[in-house]
């Protein structure tokens, strides 16, 4: 079946350390975002990408970081700049826009990052 | 720019109960709009969509039609049910854009049997 993957599910982290997590789909969708969730809020969209090696940032992009070094992977890094980084994140995927159905994403079962 | 609007939560329902929750939007040109539903520890699911004006998307007994006259897009259902329990979003896309989606802030629904 297709889907994304999403993985660690709960992850802890001390402060100061970098972290990844992983996105992978095999929907063959060109594009794939990343949103953060927190309790009580809508999502926020950190980083999105509609092609291979190429990305752009969304509304909250700073301390994170990103890749698109393969159309099924969106890796992205929370790193030690990051003030408030425990929070639920998901990833998503959508099939290009001149398609039927565009911009319906897709959306993993998300990860849920804790600093300790 | 863009925003969606949702009724403040959290809604608590008995069973069989009718549910409403509201959502406006602000938006230039005819966006797309979208309920998803989030169950407690997992990513959001769509629920529904509609694409244009007057259209009313339905699933598994939720009904919305996307109203533009008042820019709205609220989700009814005529008898919940304790397994509808979840938090619901709704969100716009504008036409053509493969950017993002907009998302309300969410409301958690509770049902009670």
């Known amino acids: 079946d297709g889907g994304i993957t999403q993985s660690p599910k709960y992850l802890f982290r001390k402060e100061g350390q970098n972290v990844t997590l992983s996105c992978e789909q095999n929907?063959?969708?060109?594009?794939m975002y990343w949103y953060r969730q927190d309790p009580g809020q809508g999502l926020r969209l950190i980083y999105y990408s509609q092609i291979v090696n190429d990305f752009q940032k969304g509304d909250i992009a700073e301390g994170y970081s990103v890749s698109r070094e393969k159309k099924e992977s969106f890796p992205l890094t929370v790193t030690s700049a990051q003030k408030n980084p425990t929070a639920f994140y998901l990833c998503a995927s959508s099939i290009p826009v001149a398609g039927p159905g565009a911009n319906v994403p897709t959306f993993g079962a998300g990860s849920r990052l804790t600093v300790l | 720019g863009d925003s969606v609007t949702q009724m403040e939560g959290p809604v608590t329902l008995s069973e069989e109960a009718f549910l409403t929750i509201n959502c406006t939007y602000t938006?230039?040109?005819?966006?797309?709009l979208f309920w998803y539903v989030q169950y407690p520890g997992e990513g959001l699911q769509l629920l529904l969509k509609?694409?244009?004006?007057?259209d009313k998307g339905s699933n598994k007994g939720f009904e919305a039609t996307y109203r533009k006259e008042t820019t709205s897009f609220h989700l009814e259902k005529g008898s919940v049910q304790v397994s509808d329990s979840a938090v619901y979003f709704c969100a716009l896309s504008p036409r053509g854009s493969a950017r993002q989606l907009t998302f309300g802030s969410g409301t958690q629904l509770t049902v009670l049997p």
């Open positions: 938006a230039t040109g005819y966006p797309s």
């Open positions: 929907l063959n969708h060109d594009a």
């Open positions: 509609a694409t244009k004006a007057d």
